[in-house]
């Protein structure tokens, strides 16, 4: 029954962990099909470098994009990895989330190439950079785990952080790692201390004095107890 009810909270945890990263994926596949549908493009308003009168573009590059390869890639990784961090550090995952959102577009605005940039790869950077990050630095091993499904999974995103691609922006993923990973400082995470540790440290911090006030109850069972 206690396996049933853990599953059932498990299960909600998780499914509330995707609601936030979900409704954004709803808001940009909302727009794409709008563009889709109307035959229209929607690009111009992105985020242009440096341009004050463009400043709303740090707010709508996520949710604009250059096709339906684009959109299929970031929804996928925006989900997963925006969902974990909603699951493990739910503490702060709104303001890492909220942080994530406005700063790597602004540093994108400030170091972007004289170009149109559009996407919610910036975010995606972003989760990548705090999960990979706050997993080296807690002392959690299911938070250490995550960092290393993130490398294995995502590893190869390290390559978007440099100027290799033309038709890519680079300075949005770079912008993006380099929020996630000062967000990791801004929002320490947890350092909870494992099952194990947590007894030994129990052990080493007993006062293993007598006291007359505990009661021990033992119970056992007599050869002579057993059935014939």
């Not at 998780?14 to 994926?25: D, Q, W």
């Not at 996928?76 to 974990?84: D, I, N, R």
């Not at 250490?144 to 290799?164: D, E, N």
């Not at 967000?183 to 350092?191: Q, S």
Request: aromatic content about 16%; hydrophobic content about 45%.
């Amino acid at each position: 029954m206690n396996e049933q009810t853990d599953s059932k909270t498990e299960l909600k945890k998780m499914l509330l962990a995707m609601v936030i990263p979900g409704s954004f994926i709803f808001i940009f596949w909302m727009i794409y099909l709008l563009e889709v549908s109307l035959d229209i493009n929607l690009a111009g308003y992105g985020l242009r470098p440096r341009e004050i009168s463009q400043w709303f573009g740090i707010l709508t590059m996520p949710f604009l994009h250059g096709g339906f390869e684009h959109i299929i890639a970031n929804t996928t990784s925006f989900l997963v990895l925006g969902s974990l961090v909603f699951y493990f550090y739910n503490d702060n995952a709104i303001q890492i989330f909220v942080w994530a959102y406005v700063l790597s577009g602004i540093f994108t605005w400030i170091i972007g190439r004289d170009s149109i940039h559009i996407g919610a790869s910036a975010m995606i950077y972003a989760f990548a950079g705090y999960l990979f990050t706050a997993g080296i630095l807690s002392k959690n091993i299911r938070h250490t785990a995550i960092a290393l499904i993130v490398v294995f999974l995502y590893g190869s995103m390290i390559w978007g952080i440099f100027p290799m691609n033309n038709n890519v922006s680079w300075e949005g993923h770079l912008s993006g790692f380099a929020v996630g990973i000062a967000l990791t400082f801004m929002y320490r995470p947890p350092k909870y201390i494992d099952e194990f540790s947590a007894y030994s440290e129990f052990d080493e911090d007993c006062d293993c004095t007598e006291d007359d006030n505990i009661e021990i109850k033992y119970s056992y069972k007599d050869e002579t107890d057993k059935q014939e």
